[in-house]
């Protein structure tokens, strides 16, 4: 290495007009990533473990300790001709060998032997001087902004240069030292820009080490996380001076601190007479519309007081507070006519609206799935002793929200506002229904709680097991990372209320029965045309048949992850899997059964006894189904063993019928010895015909007991055991 090389933290920064704020964080790690990752590929040393990526709305930058002035030297080995290719019977230079010395650049006296066991060849070898980083930061920085994911770049001016928004200046600086480059048309410098209106000049950059002190110094928190913690002290701060409580999402809080470079937080109130909205509605347009923080007061519920988060620090806050309540009224405004003009109409009145809109073209209207969904919330009400009659009065309303002035306005707040509609407008004895309308829609999103209610669960799997069939039906089932229903998330949260609400229900007859309710147009779209252009040939129960299976799987796909999640491996899921179980209740019952069995010291030895039987009657073709004949048992080792399945047998028959599969993987646990001794002293596959398929059967009694829970023999097997 040059003596000459040094180490100084690198600077990095893209001066641009304000960058889209949910993009903001993603673009600005994507940089830093794509920088290091330049770095390392051209054997740039540098602190791996310091790079840091830094951003505002009108900038992205990273900042790496240690960087090196220049790459290390290469040591360079260029194999030539081989040794009889390169020498002449005289032993002079051949074509061949000059033009390799000259292509090097150097004398063919100069080249090296190198000898290895497959013969001996000529080498020129030399060591590359590294270049210097500041030669190569250039291409670097130019391939990482390139490789950002910006999904529709601008272009501005009257050249060709594309970004996220139109870049305004260039900071490159290697310690005190500028690293010179063009970019954007931009020449690289020193001179960074502060906050728009606190500090209109430009921001001298002594060296890397004080960027960020010198853009603080011009009210520029270039680091996000200061800048998120700066948020959260300031909404605190006022809050107090309110007396409530402050709800400052991550979400809310990641967005705003990316549309602001120096936060502030205003205290702001509205008209109370707005508190007669549905609070839902009101907290969702201070933040989704207007990025404002709602407070709370002590009971929980939402106060006339609002945060909003200033983008300077105004001499005169108090215009800033009227422009902030002078924005939101009209929004709240609208909302209160909304709300008023519903509850004028009644949630109910919606209903025939629904046939007038299409929920998809071979399936009908919304009118007609919500019919669809009552039918099945009424048959799975009654089988898990929930009051069929408000099941099937909340399907019948589910969807009646959506024609709503309010949710249609905000569609966020569909199965929200049938609550509230409902609850004001049905028999007092449905309040279980009104919540339903909302619990229904639960898991919303992941990490989401199920429905609560019993009528709220009925409601939610009937609704999904509609969604879900009507659109494989209809061949619209998702493809790769295309999933326009939302199928997979419908598909995991119909598995997450059955499992986790306890309801025991068979799964694939519901399956049945909700595409029993399809019309059959909508099990001939799925068909598509054949090759002559024709529509296929219907047969409705086969098409039916393999919906339902297909369905079953690819509900059952969505609990791998679910499981593994909660560390339960992939072995011991397929397990339980292999069997098919119609409730998905029974599924994870047994999923946890296996769990524990496979803690137990007798699991490994029995996983390869079960292993080695499924393999003996496999090949054997014959499942020894056949009774029995205590008289061909022919040693000690077949006696005890046939003796210790009949006691399993005997112990396990109640523990099947309470479906106590803990309890039953225990007993069976008990025939580790007796396998063990059997496999060491028989011979399955005798010579006797009668001898063998007697064995045959002993050893098919024996995994059908452990078939009652799941196939152990997929668990894991170490080595040793097998």
């Known amino acids: 290495m040059n003596p000459a090389t040094r180490r100084a933290p690198l600077l990095i920064e893209i001066g641009t007009e304000e960058l889209p704020p949910k993009a903001l964080d993603s673009l600005a790690a994507a940089f830093a990533s794509g920088v290091a990752e330049g770095l390392a590929r051209n054997g740039v040393a540098f602190d791996a473990d310091s790079v840091r990526s830094y951003c505002s709305p009108r900038r992205l930058a990273v900042l790496i300790a240690n960087v090196s002035s220049e790459q290390p030297d290469q040591a360079i080995e260029r194999r030539g001709p081989a040794i009889s290719a390169g020498l002449d ?31 001996a060849w000529f080498v020129h070898r030399a060591v590359q001087r590294g270049q210097p980083t500041a030669a190569l930061l250039p291409a670097i920085v130019e391939q990482a902004l390139k490789a950002l994911p910006i999904p529709k770049p601008m272009r501005w001016g009257d050249h060709a240069y594309t970004f996220a928004r139109p870049v305004h200046w260039l900071v490159m600086l290697h310690g005190a030292d500028v690293i010179a480059a063009s970019l954007f048309g931009l020449n690289s410098g020193r001179q960074s820009r502060g906050h728009r209106f606190h500090h209109a000049g430009p921001v001298h950059v002594a060296d890397a080490d004080s960027w960020l002190v010198a853009l603080r110094n011009a009210r520029v928190l270039a680091d996000p996380a200061e800048r998120r913690q700066r948020i959260v002290d300031e909404v605190a701060r006022v809050a107090a001076e309110t007396g409530g409580t402050p709800r400052l999402s991550a979400d809310l809080l990641d967005e705003i601190a990316n549309l602001t470079e120096w936060p502030v937080a205003i205290a702001c109130a509205f008209d109370r007479e707005f508190l007669e909205v549905p609070q839902e509605a009101l907290v969702m347009t201070m933040e989704s519309n207007q990025k404002f923080v709602p407070v709370f007061d002590a009971a929980g519920r939402l106060s006339e007081h609002f945060i909003g988060i200033a983008n300077i620090d105004s001499k005169d806050p108090a215009e800033i507070r009227k422009g902030y309540e002078r924005v939101i009224r009209p929004r709240f405004a609208d909302a209160k006519f909304f709300y008023d003009e519903d509850r004028k109409q009644g949630l109910a009145s919606f209903q025939d609206s629904l046939k007038s809109v299409t929920y998809q073209q071979s399936l009908g209207s919304v009118w007609d799935k919500s019919v669809r969904v009552a039918e099945l919330a009424r048959i799975i009400a009654n089988r898990v002793g929930a009051d069929a009659a408000l099941a099937t009065r909340a399907a019948a309303l589910s969807k009646c929200d959506l024609m709503s002035r309010m949710v249609g306005e905000f569609p966020e707040l569909q199965g929200i506002m049938g609550r509230y509609y409902a609850g004001q407008g049905e ?49 619209m089932k998702p493809s790769g990372n295309k999933d326009p229903f939302a199928l997979r998330r419908a598909a995991l949260g119909l598995a997450r209320t059955l499992i986790e609400a306890g309801l025991d229900l068979d799964l694939k007859a519901h399956l049945a029965e909700a595409l029993a309710a399809l019309p059959e147009t909508a099990l001939a779209a799925g068909l598509g045309k054949a090759k002559d252009g024709q529509p296929h040939k219907l047969d409705a129960g086969q098409r039916r048949a393999e919906l339902a299976a297909e369905l079953y799987e690819f509900i059952v796909d969505r609990l791998r992850g679910y499981y593994a999640e909660r560390g339960i491996a992939g072995e011991v899921f397929e397990a339980v899997r292999a069997l098919s179980p119609g409730s998905l209740l029974d599924f994870d019952r047994r999923l946890h059964a296996v769990v524990q069995f496979s803690t137990l010291p007798e699991a490994q030895s029995l996983a390869a006894a079960n292993k080695r039987i499924g393999n003996i009657l496999r090949q054997a073709g014959d499942s020894g189904h056949g009774a029995l004949d205590p008289s061909l048992l022919e040693s000690d080792a077949e006696r005890e063993l046939v003796h210790a399945v ?10 099947i019928a309470a479906g106590d599969y803990v309890g039953l993987l225990g007993t069976l646990a008990a025939l580790r010895d007796p ?48």
């Open 89 to 119: 019977a005289d032993g002079n230079p051949t074509r061949a060998l000059s033009g390799f010395a000259a292509s090097c650049g150097v004398e063919v006296a100069a080249l090296e032997r190198l000898e290895t066991d497959k013969g």
């Open 646 to 655: 009949e006691q399993a047998e005997a112990s396990g028959a109640p523990l």
């Open 675 to 722: 396998v063990d001794h059997y496999f060491e002293n028989v011979m399955v596959m005798a010579d006797d015909e009668r001898v063998r398929r007697n064995r045959l059967s002993l050893l098919a009694r024996i995994r059908s007991m452990f078939l009652r829970v799941a196939d152990v023999s997929m668990l894991p097997v170490s080595g040793a055991a097998s």
């Open 427 to 475: 028999p007092p004895e449905s309040a279980e229904v009104a919540e339903a309308l909302d619990e229904f829609y639960r898991p919303r999103q992941a990490g989401d709680a199920i429905a609560s209610t019993p009528i709220g669960r009925v409601l939610a799997v009937a609704e999904r097991l509609d969604t879900l069939t009507g659109i494989f039906a209809v061949g």
